[in-house]
Nanobody, 124 residues
Framework: QVQLVESGGGLVQAGGSLRLSCATS????????MAWFRQVPGKEREFVAG????????WYADSVKGRFAVSKDNAKNTVYLQMNSLKPEDTAVYYC?????????????????WGQGTQVTVSS
């Protein structure tokens, strides 16, 4: 059973920062590709950022490059999404996802396991 527990969402003004956390088991953390997606009501879920399960490689959507950073804390089995210079268009429910695959990592169909989601609201 793969469990992903997210935290860290909230309300922030444009230009501000938030850090999202995704805690999981040691096995999931070390063996699964981890990623962050987001979804706005009425729109499809979109890839935000991801990290390779074996290396420090990371990937980002063009819309967040240079502003967001994904990282891993091995001691806490937690993946973080540091979000800086937030914009109103970043407002969405953010989901942590895990996959035992390491291909097509930008596609949500690749991920079999999802967290409950955390709301991020950026006011203008």
């Amino acid at each position: 059973q793969v469990q992903l527990v997210e935290s860290g969402g909230g309300l922030v003004q444009a230009g501000g920062s938030l850090r999202l956390s995704c805690a999981t088991s040691r096995r999931t953390f070390s063996m699964y590709t981890m990623a962050w997606f987001r979804q706005v009501p009425g729109k499809e879920r979109e890839f935000v950022a991801g990290t390779n399960r074996y290396t420090a490689s990371t990937w980002y959507a063009d819309s967040v490059k240079g502003r967001f950073a994904v990282s891993k804390d091995n001691a806490k089995n937690t993946v973080y999404l540091q979000m800086n210079s937030l914009k109103p268009e970043d407002t969405a429910v953010y989901y942590c996802a895990a996959s035992d695959l390491n291909r097509n990592v930008l596609q949500d169909q690749t991920y079999a396991y999802w967290g409950q989601g955390t709301q991020v609201t950026v006011s203008s």
